[in-house]
Structures are given as C-alpha cells and as structure tokens.
C-alpha cells in the first residue's frame, strides 16, 4: 500500500514512513493510494469476530511493511478487557428504536481519543524500536488528544510528547489529567490562544523541514493517518452491532470539530461498509455545517472562536476536512493545495457552492450536518437521563441533538459517544443538579500538583522549548 499526499507531492511512501512523519513535505496530509474494498462476503466473515480481530483485519488493509504476527500482536496487546473495561471493548446502546451510543470512552483517559491512541504508542514503540531511532511528538489540543497522547505514551522507549493546549480553554477535569502527570518524557505547554493557534504551531515546526528532520518530530493529532485508520475500525464494529445482515445500511451522527473522527466514517463508507449518512454535528463553532449548507468554507480568527461547554469541539480549521475536500474534487492535489494553501492563505475562506463536485457531495458522500447550543446541550442532557436514565457529555448531546434531526424509520442512527461526563462536570450539573459519577482513579486529580509551561502562540518559541528540552 502506497500513502499519497492531498497537494499532489510526487512522493509515493509506505505506512512506517508516514507513522513517524505526520504532514506530507508540502504540507499535505498523507491518504492511501485507494481505499481497499470491502464486500458482503468479507463483512460476512468479520461479523463476529472480537474487536482485536476486526482491527486486525482492517489495519491488514493499509498495513504491509510490519509483519502480520507482529501487526497481530500490537492489535491484541492495544484492544484488551483490562485496557478499556469490556470485552465488547466500544459496547452499543439502545436509546430508543433506532437510535443508538455507541461507547468509545471506556479506555485509560475517558474519551474516544484512547481509541486510536492506545495503538498509536505501540505502533510507535514497535517501529522505533526496530529502527533504533527516537521521535518527539509535538500535538495540539483542545481537550482529550493531549491526554490520550499522554496516557498512551508515558514509558514509552524513545518517544518524548511536547503537547500544546489552549490556556484556560479546556475543563478542569481535562486539564488535570494532562498537566498532573510527571513522567520525564511528557512536557505540556499552555498556549495563550486558542487550539486553532497550537494547531498552527504544529504544522508549522512540520513544515519546517529541517527543523522536523534534526529533532524528528512526529504527530498524534489527526493529521496522523494512523489515528484516522484505527478509527474506522469501530465504524465496522458499530455496524455490526447494529445489524443482523450485511445489506442493512445505518447512518452515524458524529460530534465533530477537526473532522478527524468522521473522516474515518467516510473512509469506511468510501471502503464498501454499508453506511447511509454521516451526521456531522457542530456546536456554536459551526464552520462545518455552513460548509456542508451552502458550500462556503470560512475559518474563524481567535476571537470569533466561541468558548463553549463541548470545549473540544471549539476549533475554526477542521484539519482533516482538507482529506474530505481532496477526495470530492477527484483527488486533485493542485486544486486541493490552491484551496487549504493559497486561498485559506490569503483569504481565510474558499467557496465550493457551484462545484458540481459539491452539489452531489450529500448523495455521493452521504454528508448532511445540523448544529446545537449550550441550551440544546442542556435540554438533550436533560431528556436523555429523564427518558432514558442514561447521562451523556456535552459533545455527545451535541450529536443526539442533531441526529435526532436525521433520524429515518427502519435505519438504525449511531451517534458516537466521545467522553464520560465527568470531564465536563459543571454543565452536567448545571443540566442534571448533581455532578456525575467519577471513576474511583481519578478522584482528587484536580488537587494533584501540576507541571505545565505557559507559551506565547509563537512557533519559534516552541521550537526553542523543544530544543532545549531534547537530549
């Protein structure tokens, strides 16, 4: 399998080699040559295998510079009961007829982000390990990344994590357990800004091609195809869940700032699985919905990025969407880098509206995309656990709320639950009157004492901080 760049790089690479890069050398973002297909027979074969299996047998797919042992080996090691508490490892649950949570929060940091994550530090540890080599992860994030990041690299051999995260802008919750930690090789850095900005700081030190090679940095936000590719295996996990044969379509409703987690819905869509529509659910920070409503992609500036109570869904630049875009233009790498490159560049938007591309991007791709509020969160928060004793967090309420928009009879809805509701404690208690249920490990943890430098959105001054903090 060879790994292509969105702005049309003449590189063609394997999956070891973007593993440890992130970006593309033209600032793209890596995608496989073409989507491996899956038919009735192999999903019949899948249905029922465990979780470990199935990732197995997707990462197969994409993956063929490690050993299939070896590959089988990561999988079960990463996708166990001890790690995320249940054999069915992401469980689905019945709201009400047709309406489904599927449960992602289950692993070590409360959040779907484990999901990929887990299996992203031991991809690493596997791959440096048999080069020799050392890697230094830099990511940005606007809540559950940089935990995720952090919980599933700590220890690890020859792997350091340099995690910026927006100053002020994360809960208390979120924040604790990132700047809590205290292991040598996990450093954690407050931007002044917001997570548009630390995002911004990471693609330019990977831009920054020298810089890049010297201190060999890598990715674990999205932009890393290895995040996105273990994603898609709980899409198939879901639908299996859901269904009883493999000709029944569903539609996923997904809780969606950077575009990460839903692009990996539209790989699994572009693969074969049978998949109707993918709900991209917005909080007030809307950029996606009005570009899957009127075609016009606009990012927001620092101050138009609404602070909100679904805080990781506050972001302006949708990363991953720049791999939606370059798939609905024909995979057109020099139209895609004259969008995400040169008009965002100067412009700050770009518009698709009379692309024919776009007007069938809803039928083709099966997008629609609908928004919900702080009162909507408290309203959804509120009818879930009265209805159906169940408590949501906020950015999963986002996604009830709007899949409810989209529900069809006789086509199961799986919204994707993307957190516990304790990382956002004080709108559950604003919404319920009481605080939710905090598992047993982390209590006391915003007490704990913190280690955390406080940076200028400056990225410069993070490659000095890296620098320095580099053997």
């Given at each position: 399998?060879?790994?292509?760049?969105?702005?049309?790089?003449?590189?063609?690479?394997?999956?070891?080699?973007?593993?440890?890069?992130?970006?593309?050398?033209?600032?793209?973002?890596?995608?496989?040559?073409?989507?491996?297909?899956?038919?009735?027979?192999?999903?019949?074969?899948?249905?029922?295998?465990?979780?470990?299996?199935?990732?197995?047998?997707?990462?197969?797919?994409?993956?063929?510079?490690?050993?299939?042992?070896?590959?089988?080996?990561?999988?079960?090691?990463?996708?166990?009961?001890?790690?995320?508490?249940?054999?069915?490892?992401?469980?689905?649950?019945?709201?009400?007829?047709?309406?489904?949570?599927?449960?992602?929060?289950?692993?070590?940091?409360?959040?779907?982000?484990?999901?990929?994550?887990?299996?992203?530090?031991?991809?690493?540890?596997?791959?440096?390990?048999?080069?020799?080599?050392?890697?230094?992860?830099?990511?940005?994030?606007?809540?559950?990344?940089?935990?995720?990041?952090?919980?599933?690299?700590?220890?690890?051999?020859?792997?350091?994590?340099?995690?910026?995260?927006?100053?002020?802008?994360?809960s208390p919750f979120q924040q604790a357990q990132m700047f809590s930690l205290q292991d040598e090789n996990i450093h954690n850095i407050a931007v002044e800004g917001v997570f548009d900005d630390c995002q911004?700081?990471?693609?330019?030190?990977?831009?920054?091609?020298?810089?890049?090679?010297?201190?060999?940095?890598?990715?674990?936000?999205?932009?890393?195809?290895?995040?996105?590719?273990?994603?898609?295996?709980?899409?198939?996990?879901?639908?299996?869940?859901?269904?009883?044969?493999?000709?029944?379509?569903?539609?996923?409703?997904?809780?969606?700032?950077?575009?990460?987690?839903?692009?990996?819905?539209?790989?699994?869509?572009?693969?074969?699985?049978?998949?109707?529509?993918?709900?991209?659910?917005?909080?007030?920070?809307?950029?996606?919905?009005?570009?899957?409503?009127?075609?016009?992609?606009?990012?927001?500036?620092?101050?138009?990025?609404?602070?909100?109570?679904?805080?990781?869904?506050?972001?302006?630049?949708?990363?991953?969407?720049?791999?939606?875009?370059?798939?609905?233009?024909?995979?057109?790498?020099?139209?895609?880098?004259?969008?995400?490159?040169?008009?965002?560049?100067?412009?700050?938007?770009?518009?698709?509206?009379?692309?024919?591309?776009?007007?069938?991007?809803?039928?083709?791709?099966?997008?629609?995309?609908?928004?919900?509020?702080?009162?909507d969160r408290l309203a959804t928060i509120r009818d879930t656990h009265k209805r159906f004793g169940t408590t949501i967090?906020?950015?999963?309420?986002?996604?009830?709320?709007?899949?409810?928009?989209?529900?069809?009879?006789?086509?199961?809805?799986?919204?994707?639950?993307?957190?516990?509701?304790?990382?956002?404690?004080?709108?559950?208690?604003?919404?319920?009157?009481?605080?939710?249920?905090?598992?047993?490990?982390?209590?006391?943890?915003?007490?704990?004492?913190?280690?955390?430098?406080?940076?200028?959105?400056?990225?410069?001054?993070?490659?000095?901080?890296?620098?320095?903090?580099?053997?």
């Amino acid at each position: 399998m060879q790994y292509i760049s969105t702005r049309g790089h003449a590189d063609r690479k394997r999956f070891c080699e973007i593993l440890l890069e992130g970006l593309a050398p033209d600032g793209g973002l890596y995608l496989p040559e073409q989507y491996p297909q899956v038919d009735a027979a192999t999903l019949r074969k899948w249905r029922g295998l465990s979780y470990a299996e199935l990732a197995f047998e997707v990462l197969s797919l994409y993956v063929d510079d490690i050993p299939a042992a070896d590959l089988k080996g990561i999988c079960n090691k990463t996708y166990t009961e001890a790690v995320f508490g249940t054999k069915t490892i992401v469980p689905l649950k019945k709201l009400e007829d047709g309406l489904y949570l599927e449960a992602l929060s289950n692993g070590p940091t409360l959040a779907f982000k484990d999901m990929a994550m887990q299996l992203l530090g031991n991809l690493f540890e596997y791959e440096l390990a048999r080069r020799g080599e050392e890697l230094n992860i830099l990511g940005a994030t606007s809540g559950d990344t940089g935990s995720a990041a952090e919980y599933a690299m700590r220890g690890k051999k020859g792997v350091r994590v340099f995690m910026t995260s927006p100053n002020g802008r994360m809960s208390p919750f979120q924040q604790a357990q990132m700047f809590s930690l205290q292991d040598e090789n996990i450093h954690n850095i407050a931007v002044e800004g917001v997570f548009d900005d630390c995002q911004d700081i990471v693609k330019a030190v990977s831009n920054d091609l020298a810089f890049k090679r010297q201190y060999k940095i890598g990715t674990v936000n999205s932009i890393n195809w290895a995040r996105l590719m273990a994603q898609v295996v709980y899409y198939f996990a879901g639908y299996f869940q859901a269904t009883k044969s493999d000709t029944e379509k569903v539609d996923f409703t997904v809780p969606s700032g950077n575009f990460g987690n839903v692009c990996a819905g539209h790989v699994a869509r572009m693969m074969g699985l049978p998949i109707g529509k993918l709900v991209v659910a917005t909080n007030e920070n809307d950029v996606l919905d009005e570009f899957f409503r009127t075609g016009v992609y606009r990012v927001r500036g620092s101050a138009d990025t609404h602070e909100t109570s679904s805080p990781s869904m506050d972001i302006s630049k949708a990363s991953n969407f720049e791999r939606f875009v370059f798939d609905m233009l024909g995979r057109d790498g020099a139209k895609t880098k004259a969008l995400f490159h040169d008009q965002l560049g100067s412009q700050g938007r770009f518009d698709l509206s009379a692309e024919a591309a776009f007007k069938s991007a809803a039928q083709r791709y099966g997008f629609v995309s609908g928004k919900s509020t702080h009162a909507d969160r408290l309203a959804t928060i509120r009818d879930t656990h009265k209805r159906f004793g169940t408590t949501i967090d906020t950015h999963t309420a986002d996604g009830v709320k709007v899949a409810r928009e989209h529900l069809q009879a006789g086509v199961p809805m799986i919204v994707l639950e993307t957190a516990l509701p304790i990382k956002f404690a004080a709108t559950i208690e604003e919404a319920l009157g009481h605080v939710p249920e905090r598992p047993a490990k982390f209590e006391g943890i915003e007490a704990l004492p913190k280690r955390v430098k406080l940076l200028p959105a400056d990225a410069a001054v993070i490659k000095r901080y890296i620098a320095d903090h580099v053997d």
